[in-house]
C-alpha cells in the first residue's frame, strides 16, 4: 500500500499550488480521502475531505473559498487546488485514505512553503 504525495513547494502569497496523492495497493475508489496539514508546533488539522465517489466534498472554514479537492478514480489520484495561498498555510499536506471498515491510510506528506 503507497500514497505518494508530490507538488508542494515554495509559492508567494496569493500564489497556486496543486498537491497530488497517487496511491495504489488498494481498491482506491471505496476509499473516502482526506487531505490534512501539520504546521511547525501546531496539531494535525483536516483540511479538506471527498467521499468515495466524489460526490461529497468538506472543506476547513480556515480554505473554504481558496481550496478544491477533486479525485480521479481512474488514476488512482486526489488532488488539492490551492488558490490564493496566504503564510499561514505553510505546512507538510499528507493525505490519507479511510473507510468504515478500514483500514486506514497515510501518505507520507508534502511541504508547502507560502513566503515572499
Known amino acids: 500500500v503507497q500514497l505518494v504525495e508530490s507538488g508542494g513547494g515554495l509559492v508567494q502569497p496569493g500564489g497556486s499550488l496543486r498537491l497530488s496523492c497517487a496511491a495504489s495497493?488498494?481498491?482506491?475508489?471505496?476509499?473516502?480521502m482526506r487531505w490534512y496539514r501539520q504546521a511547525p508546533g501546531k496539531e494535525r488539522e483536516l483540511v479538506a475531505a471527498i467521499s468515495s465517489a466524489g460526490a461529497s466534498t468538506y472543506y476547513a472554514g480556515s480554505v473554504k473559498g481558496r481550496f478544491t479537492i477533486s479525485r480521479d478514480n481512474a488514476k488512482n489520484t486526489v488532488y488539492l487546488q490551492m488558490n490564493s495561498l496566504k503564510p499561514e498555510d505553510t505546512a507538510v499536506y499528507y493525505c490519507?485514505?479511510?473507510?468504515?471498515?478500514?483500514?486506514?491510510?497515510w501518505g507520507q506528506g508534502t511541504q508547502v512553503t507560502v513566503s515572499s
Open positions: 495497493g488498494f481498491t482506491f475508489s471505496r476509499y473516502a
Open positions: 490519507k485514505a479511510e473507510r468504515v471498515s478500514g483500514p486506514d491510510y
